[in-house]
């Protein structure tokens, strides 16, 4: 990427941000708010983060050598040290030095 | 001085509300600069974006289109996508912000989950200003968060040991508020719809041009699924 075209994706991102905070103001003062958006609410933030989970692991192919296990330990990791003590900061750092440990130590 | 008497009311009124943000965007403010600054990004990169994007997830998710080739379609469709949800806290916030007068273009501006659910749920104590404690509550935790990314930045040129695998600290932050998600929500069809329909457009698309199908199929089965989200949820 140029210095320009990284410019305009972090302008692009920001755009999009504003728009989503700014739109609700232009839009629905004084009106009510759409059912559908409403649902919408509910129902997107459970699938994109979703989604985002597999774009992180976009690049784990199961077929060749490590077989994505690093990655499937930590998340392991993660998910049980959230469970224990539902407390985020604690199982992202938790889950974080797990992988490391793992990529530089064992796989 | 009537006037100053007033700000400095409001900040003291709004600091202790804003300490829990402090721990929290300090972490992830600081792990993003890091993050930013092994990937080959000098400091000022995590300082600009925390001040002009000023949205955790999708700055983090940022750095990897800014490793990737220049996708301007998929990196604004996948910016609205991630940050729709402040969509809501605008619609939740339209009476609060009304008659701020010029504040009111900075509380939107700053509309990130943290502050949101502080200035949604907090009572203003009498006798503040409530324009000033909403702003002094928003320009608090922007601080943080721009302070937070610009020491990360810093900080990763000075790292010695091996930050390989550092990069996973996205990963475990997006499990994190998926698991979270997951826990609060009473059905979860609309969470297997996301991955499942990623995973799926993953493999027929291939890494590099799977997000937009995706979110297609994303809003598509969500709209076709929308009765029995809506009967087995607490949707509304």
Not at chain 2, 55 to 71: D, K, R
Not at chain 2, 124 to 153: H, K, S
Request: net charge positive; hydrophobic share 55%.
């Amino acid at each position: 990427m140029t210095l320009a075209q990284q410019f305009i994706t972090i302008g692009l991102c920001a755009l999009a941000t504003m728009l989503t905070r700014f739109v609700p103001f232009l839009l629905f003062s004084g009106k009510r708010t759409p059912r559908f958006i409403q649902y919408l609410g509910q129902a997107l933030p459970g699938a994109i983060f979703g989604m985002l989970v597999v774009y992180c692991l976009k690049s784990v192919n199961p077929l060749v050598y490590s077989h994505g296990l690093p990655e499937g330990l930590a998340i392991l990791v993660t998910i049980c040290l959230h469970l224990w003590k539902r407390q985020m900061l604690l199982s992202i750092a938790g889950g974080t030095v797990c992988y490391m440990l793992l990529i530089q130590l064992v796989f | 001085m009537q006037s100053n008497g007033i700000k400095r009311k409001a900040l003291a009124a709004a600091f202790p509300h804003t300490l829990p943000i402090l721990t929290g965007f300090g972490f992830l403010g600081v792990a993003y600069g890091i993050h930013m600054s092994v990937s080959g990004f000098p400091f000022w990169y995590p300082m600009l974006m925390a001040m002009t994007i000023y949205g955790g997830s999708l700055e983090f998710v940022c750095v990897s289109m800014l490793l990737s080739s220049f996708a301007p379609l998929a990196t604004f469709l996948m910016a609205l996508l991630i940050q729709a949800r402040h969509l809501f806290y605008g619609i939740a916030m339209l009476d609060k912000y009304r008659d701020l007068g010029w504040k009111r273009f900075y509380l939107i501006f700053g509309l990130v989950d943290e502050s949101f659910s502080i200035n949604c749920s907090a009572e203003v104590p009498m006798g503040v200003d409530r324009g000033w404690f909403y702003f002094f509550v928003t320009l608090l935790n922007q601080c943080y968060w721009v302070c937070a990314a610009t020491i990360g930045g810093l900080l990763g040129s000075l790292i010695t040991f091996d930050t390989m695998g550092l990069d996973f600290v996205m990963t475990a932050m997006f499990v994190v508020i998926f698991l979270e998600q997951w826990l609060k929500e009473k059905q979860h069809l609309s969470s297997l719809i996301g991955v499942i329909a990623s995973v799926l457009c993953l493999m027929v698309f291939g890494k590099d041009s799977f997000l937009v199908p995706a979110m297609a199929v994303i809003l598509c089965m969500l709209t076709l699924c929308r009765k029995p989200i809506e009967k087995a949820g607490d949707t509304l």
